[in-house]
């Protein structure tokens, strides 16, 4: 009994300690869009679950049954990416305020303490899904189409489906946390590429997301009404263009018959999430310093105080100081100094003594290379590498609990700030700056200005997220997805840095001059805030 109230409070406290953040009350508007986003007007220029060509669309009426399967299987994909960046600091916090600390003094169980965390992590994404499920409810009114409330019909996608995904991000979430190697940038970059690549594999064979079962069934009622559905592509997501003048044909669906099939399933995922969390108690030192201090102990010897060496010194007394007005010389400020020093910095946590190495071999790459190879393949690469560096501009301060010495200095936005942003862009301009030569020897002076533009607007991205979130989570998520979806995939409105010589042509590096003077812009906003509010 005594385990178990332990476990419930620090469930309570990590659950408390997420919903009281600004982030969570963010998160929460998010979910709330969301959910609306994901059911559609019948007019409207999207779709997001139905059958689909050129003469027609298909989809259920939005009745109870079909609104909670579509946007449950929805928010499985959604908050399962989403969510582990929300909860996934649990065990860093506690670092963080000192509670470690004391946490190291007592006889708590580290499988205890994991399990707590990840029951905590739990609550807080469950929160989530009941803020969706609301909003889905007055969805169905809103939209409506079949005002006849299935309780149950609605419900029971998220509870049996999606509220076990969460349990499963929640334990994933403190596994990482629990090893120093996978709870900073690395961890958080390496996740999106687990839920990229991994989760879509695994729910092809063991039905994560419970696409399969709602899917087959709703395909079965579909049939029933009209036989030639399955001739047209099936759309889950979002599918632009539709309906766009095809005529809607809806049909009813009653909901799923929940087999013992998709209750074992849902079962499986909880029992693997306790795992995951067993597992991250294993070799976790629970904030115990003394691995650490037995090891620098050993490494370093403290050297003996000769007394003969101190200095002897005389001490004047106070009475006897002159004290002496600064000259103009003495005062006088160089930003120069002050750039240097923030771009050995950058230099010094990208890649150590090999910086200049990599760098030099991109240009040289970029500059030899074909251009269409060294503008669409290289130049992404390139400008991927250094995100665990921009990712702590302007977060470094609050990581650090330097804020408040550092916003004390004299005009610290016109030089420390101004020159942390510049040495973000010298960063990004000297990595890439011979895919640039390269335009420019081929007579590209448009992509040369887009990509120009592009090597402003990332820093100015990672200083606007880092001044107002006082983390790099949301950097590194964001410009992950940003990369991935724009660059990567050839997305023209979202090629940022000017890969795809069609959009440097189309004028879409003018949106993204204007979005960087709104992102610096908002930078010095809450800059200016932090300071007069510390």
């Not at 501009?393 to 609050?398: L, N, P, Q």
């Not at 804020?403 to 040495?423: M, N, T, V």
């Not at 002076?445 to 090597?455: C, K, N, P, Q, S």
Request: positive net charge; proline residues 4%; glycine residues 10%.
């Amino acid at each position: 009994m005594n385990r178990l109230r332990i476990l419930f409070a620090i469930m309570r406290i990590g659950y408390l300690n997420k919903v009281r953040t600004y982030r969570f009350l963010i998160i929460l508007v998010l979910a709330i869009i969301a959910g609306y986003i994901f059911i559609p007007a019948s007019d409207a220029f999207y779709v997001t679950m139905g059958w689909g060509s050129d003469t027609i669309f298909y989809r259920g009426v939005y009745n109870s049954a079909w609104i909670g399967a579509m946007v449950a299987m929805l928010t499985g994909i959604f908050l399962t990416l989403l969510g582990f960046y929300v909860v996934n600091d649990s065990i860093k916090q506690d670092e963080q305020t000192g509670v470690g600390q004391i946490i190291a003094t007592t006889p708590l169980r580290n499988s205890i303490y994991t399990l707590g965390n990840t029951l905590g992590n739990f609550a807080v994404l469950s929160t989530m899904v009941g803020v969706v499920i609301l909003t889905t409810l007055g969805m169905q009114f809103v939209r409506g189409e079949d005002f006849v409330i299935d309780l149950w019909a609605l419900i029971a996608p998220f509870v049996i489906i999606v509220l076990p995904l969460m349990f499963l991000v929640g334990a994933i979430a403190v596994f990482f946390d629990s090893r120093p190697w996978l709870s900073g940038g690395i961890g958080n970059i390496m996740y999106f590429f687990m839920w990229l690549i991994g989760l879509p594999l695994t729910s092809d064979t063991f039905d994560l997301f419970g696409i399969n079962s709602i899917i087959s069934s709703i395909r079965s009622a579909g049939l029933a009404t009209y036989p030639n559905l399955t001739q047209h592509q099936f759309t889950l997501g979002f599918g632009w263009g539709f309906p766009d003048g095809r005529p809607l044909a809806t049909f009813m669906w009653a909901g799923i018959q929940w087999t013992l099939g998709i209750f074992q399933n849902s079962l499986l995922l909880i029992c693997l999430g306790v795992g995951i969390a067993l597992l991250a108690a294993v070799r976790f030192n629970r904030f115990d310093p003394a691995p650490e201090s037995s090891k620098s102990s050993t490494a370093f010897s403290s050297p003996v105080l000769d007394l003969k060496e101190v200095d002897r010194s005389p001490i004047l007394p106070l009475k006897d100081i002159e004290l002496k007005a600064l000259t103009p010389d003495n005062i006088r400020f160089r930003f120069s100094p002050m750039l240097i020093a923030e771009w050995r910095l950058a230099m010094k946590e990208f890649l150590g003594g090999g910086t200049y190495v990599v760098i030099a071999a991109f240009i040289l790459l970029g500059l030899f290379l074909p251009l269409t190879f060294a503008q669409g393949i290289l130049l992404p690469i390139a400008w991927f590498i250094p995100i665990l560096i921009w990712s702590k501009m302007g977060a470094r301060e609050t990581t650090h609990r330097t804020d408040q010495l550092i916003f004390a200095s004299a005009r610290y936005l016109r030089r420390q700030f101004l020159a942390l942003w510049l040495a973000g862009v010298l960063l990004t301009i000297s990595i890439g700056c011979g895919v640039a030569m390269n335009l420019a020897v081929h007579g590209a002076y448009i992509g040369v200005l887009a990509w120009f533009i592009g090597a402003l607007f990332i820093p100015s991205l990672a200083l606007c997220f880092g001044v107002w979130t006082g983390s790099n989570k949301l950097f590194e998520f964001a410009y992950t997805m940003l990369w991935y979806i724009g660059p990567m995939n050839r997305i023209g409105a979202l090629d940022f840095m000017g890969s795809l010589p069609e959009t440097a042509e189309a004028g879409i590096w003018i949106f993204y001059l204007a979005l960087t003077i709104l992102l610096f812009g908002l930078s010095i906003i809450g800059r200016k805030w932090q300071m007069q509010r510390n």
